[in-house]
């Protein structure tokens, strides 16, 4: 008896975990037309509260077919580098490591570690040196990627990237505080990766 319990709980478990994937799911934010109708018999003298979904503008539909570009936005806390720009591809610098994105890609976010992003549009190739950030990428061929600093690696000087690792690397050996250490990994980190992107 007990094995068959068992059993019956996990198909119960089983059945109520399946989530729909993104794509089935529409677009259009229904009104909480549930959440209206109790407020109003409740207190009928007052408007209801705007719910979040109010807020929210609708998720743009799943294009049927792949698109043959893919829009990119790269943006910083202070600037928007690259905004609604099709491209082929690009390759960005995941925690996971490389993550290359097409047209179609399945929706993804992804942590970003300090390296380079790639941004492929026909044979050209512009590279950007992002410290951290996310990418979002989205079912309708859309990556948003938001980066703390973002800079076009040519115009990054090798000589001050090295001075950098130097000094950063020396903070580290004479750190004596959990706190100077990690701020000198930290830097440490980051001109490692601006020198590997320089050189490799």
């Keep these: 008896m ?20 993104s794509t089935d799911v529409v677009a259009e934010t229904p009104a909480d037309s549930k959440f209206v109708d109790s407020w109003k018999k409740a207190i009928p003298n007052i408007d209801p509260p705007k719910t979040p979904s109010a807020f ?8 049927s077919t792949i698109p043959s570009k893919l829009t990119v936005n790269l943006v910083l806390p202070y600037d928007s580098l690259l905004s ?17 994105v097409l047209p179609g890609h399945v929706a993804t976010i992804a ?10 549009e026909g044979n050209e190739v512009k590279k950007y040196f992002l410290s951290s950030g996310f990418a979002f990428i ?7 990627i938001m980066a703390v600093e973002a800079t076009p690696l040519d115009q990054i000087d090798p000589s001050l990237v090295q001075k950098g690792l130097t000094e950063f690397t020396q903070k580290l050996n ?3 505080t959990d706190v100077e250490k990690a701020e000198a990994q930290i830097g440490v980190d980051v001109h490692s990766a601006l020198n590997a992107a320089l050189t490799g």
């Design 84 to 100: 609604a720009k099709e491209v082929d591809m690009v390759i960005v610098p995941a925690t996971t490591g490389q993550m290359g």
């Design 111 to 120: 942590e970003l570690k300090p390296g380079v992003l790639s941004v492929h």
């Design 174 to 176: 004479s750190a004596s």
């Design 138 to 144: 989205h079912a309708n061929s859309v990556a948003d």
């Design 2 to 21: 007990l094995r068959q319990s068992s059993r019956f709980l996990m198909s119960r478990a089983a059945m109520r975990w399946s989530r729909p994937f």
């Design 56 to 63: 929210m503008t609708p998720r743009p539909p799943t294009p």
